[in-house]
Structures are given as C-alpha cells and as structure tokens.
C-alpha cells in the first residue's frame, strides 16, 4: 500500500482529499475518499469519489477492491 501511494503521488498533484469511514463488518473494512487532482504529465485537472473496500485476515490486508465513477 506505501508503494502504491508513492506512486499516486508521484503521478497526480492532489489539491484535495476528504477521507470517511472506516466502516467495519467482520473481516472487512470500506472507506470512502473524495479527491481532487491533476494528472502528470497532461495537466488534466479531476474530481474522483471512491470507495475502497478491503479484506483483512490476521493483522493483514489480504485484498482491496475499488469502485468509483469515471
């Protein structure tokens, strides 16, 4: 997950995110993020609502899932 946001950001200059959640049932978790960003190298500025969806077993996330509106 860390490289995976040092990617994003690497990627996109974020000028804003709204985090909510997490919202808990037994072995998963969801968030929901509102983002606003632009894209490198293009300059092409989003909006993005997304909610993650994630599996933990033991300690460990094992899986992640997205859905978002594009």
């Known amino acids: 997950?860390?490289?995976k946001a040092e990617s994003w950001n690497a990627n996109h200059e974020v000028h804003s995110v709204k985090v909510e959640g997490p919202l808990?049932?037994?072995?998963?978790?969801?968030?929901?993020?509102?983002m606003d960003f632009t894209t490198k190298p293009d300059n092409k500025r989003s909006k993005m609502e997304e909610i993650a969806v994630y599996?933990?077993?033991?300690?460990?996330?094992?899986?992640?899932?997205?859905?978002?509106n594009t």
């Open 1 to 3: 997950m860390k490289a």
């Open 24 to 34: 808990i049932s037994d072995s998963h978790f969801a968030v929901t993020f509102k």
């Open 55 to 68: 599996k933990v077993a033991g300690d460990k996330i094992i899986h992640e899932e997205f859905f978002y």
